[in-house]
């Protein structure tokens, strides 16, 4: 409804101004009502003025509604208790709302203005280390917040910041040149298929065998000399992690851009020159780094953030400084311009993002008007409230999760057909299941709030009932199912105006209407289980107009409503999942 309220807002101020002697900056504001049978806004901006004034707020409030005119939009305003003016929106411009926004694209959002050009930073697992359900959060909530922001208008380049440089690779080289030494010179395709147990064979070794160590320390070297063989070696293993990276974006349906850690080798030594000049930098016992202001560690001693080890070695923080200042450096310089970049990792990183934030402000790397944001979240928990891990104790693989879910709504899907007696082809099951399954662990972590810690539970998020991606399909699927009735939900329904009278029909139009304010929201905190609220609400209250009034059976009138209630319902839910990153299906 921002339409109406932006409306109603601008009347309010004109009769305040005229009502009030008060200088024009002061603001008297206008909120959605808390609760239905306040109607649809308020106004509480008489009871912040009685002192200035010097008059009841009940007072005010009347002065102010005796020289507003808003007749053409609601009912007469309402003063109420200690002085809130109560607004309530007439039916017939809930209808009207209602029928310019059926078969509208954006639904009544407003494209951003202005446009900016924001990186996403997310998924970002590291390279022959396993891709662990954090990764897999920081996946969903990535690319909701990327589809969101773009649906916005904004220019959105979603970045996989890819842990694919450092010292693990001097041990897989060097493991990798012992057990399949032709690979490396290319004479021979070689599928290290399990690259995680790859790496623990390395690492096992490394551990044990002195050796191997020195070995492996060498092979470093090499590496971040950039000689050609391990060069080469390396690559071949990014490739195969990246393989099975892959795979699990396509099947989550993400797209990401690729630029891994290893992308800022060459701007390093740059970002430690950079902090030199702006004299940041200090030695201590021979790393280069720098002192961050107001972070004091456990002894109350200033915290460092180092850039440069004692061996001459960078770092993570020396890589996300080198990030930092390229993301928003202007392309002309080789930059990408970002007015705003938005970092979705655990909460267990707020400090490392804290600390190269502050660093990049005080190089002077932010412009400003830029803006750098860390967006954390809470960890993935097992039914026991503990880190999630198999029955054998192991560390869930996320392959295994997603099958798992699939394989679940698919048992839930042949259950419920045997009980109402439908036949299926296997191909409508096999697509049902895995739509269903990967959209129930979506929806699982996205209607969470994500500073929170959650508990992953298949039961409760493959459920039909409560809160969760099932329940949401399945309201979306009945509406589908109108239409296959003869009810027609499409465009070519002659026109009617159409009239809102029953409650329930008066409540699913404002909740519609409200959906451009919900997006505007999650843009701005960026939570999207705003918008899971949002459409769980939305559809229990189709559910009910649905259950409750006859819909194809209606008279004329009500009949055509109540389609371009429906239809319009399924077009925000379906759009409202599609933001979550959520594919719709017709029939399950
Ligand atoms: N690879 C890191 C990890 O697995 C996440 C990287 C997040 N992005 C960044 N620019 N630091 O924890």
Known sequence: MLKLRNALQHRLLEARARALPLPDAVDFPLAPATKPEFGDFQANGAMGLAKVL???????????????????????????????????????????EVQERLDQPRLGVPMAQPRQRVVVDFSSPNIAKEMHVGHLRSTIIGDCIARLLSFRGHRVLRLNHLGDWGTQFGMLIAHLKHVAPRSLSGEEHVDLGDLVAFYRQAKGRFDEDEDFQERSRREVVKLQAGEPESLRAWGLLCRQSRQAFQTIYDRLDVQLVERGESFYNQALPGVVEDLEQARLLVVDDG??????????????????????????????????????????????????????????????????????????????????????????????????????????????????????????????????????????????????????????????????????????????????????????????????????????????????????????????????????????????????????????????????????????????????????????????????????????????
Not at 66 to 81: F, K, N, R, S, T
């Open 287 to 588: 790393a280069r780094c720098v002192f961050l202001e107001g972070m004091r560690g456990k002894d109350g001693q200033p915290l460092p953030l180092i850039v440069q080890k004692r061996d001459g070695g960078y770092n993570y923080a020396t890589t996300d400084l080198a990030a930092i200042r390229q993301r928003l450096a202007s392309p002309e310089a080789g930059g990408e311009g970002a007015d705003r970049v938005v970092y979705v990792t655990d909460a267990g990183q707020f400090s490392h993002f804290a600390a190269v934030f502050q660093v990049a402000q005080r190089a002077g790397w932010v412009p400003t008007g830029c803006r750098l944001q860390h967006v954390p979240f809470g960890l993935v928990q097992g039914a026991d409230g503990k880190k999630l891990k198999t029955r054998s104790g192991a560390t869930v693989r996320l392959r295994d999760l997603l099958d798992e879910a699939v394989e679940r709504a698919r048992r839930d899907l042949v259950e419920r057909m045997a009980q109402e007696q439908r036949q299926a082809e296997e191909d409508f099951i096999g697509q049902v299941a895995e739509t269903v399954g990967i959209a129930a662990v979506k929806y699982a972590d996205l209607s969470q709030n994500r500073t929170t810690n959650y508990q992953f539970s298949f039961d409760r998020m493959l459920s039909l009932q409560g809160n969760t991606a099932p329940y949401l399909l399945y309201a979306y699927v009945r509406i589908q199912g109108i239409a296959r009735q003869g009810g027609s939900l499409g465009a070519e329904e002659k026109p009617v105006a159409l009239c809102l009278q029953a409650p329930q029909e008066l409540s699913l139009a404002r909740q519609l209407l409200n959906f451009d304010e919900v997006i505007l929201e999650v843009e701005q905190d960026l939570l999207p289980n705003r918008l899971c609220a949002y459409l769980f609400g939305l559809s229990q209250t189709f559910n009910r107009f649905y259950d409750q009034l006859p819909v194809l059976k209606a008279p004329d009138q009500s009949r055509a409503t109540r389609l371009a209630l429906c239809r319009l319902s399924a077009q925000t839910i379906g759009l409202g999942l599609a933001l979550l990153g959520i594919r719709t299906l017709d029939r399950m």
């Open 54 to 96: 010097g008059r009841p707020p009940r007072q005010i409030a009347q002065a102010v509604v005796d020289h507003l005119h808003v007749d053409d939009i609601c009912h007469p305003p309402q003063v109420a208790g200690p002085g809130f003016i109560n607004f309530t929106i007439r039916p017939e411009v809930l209808a009207a």
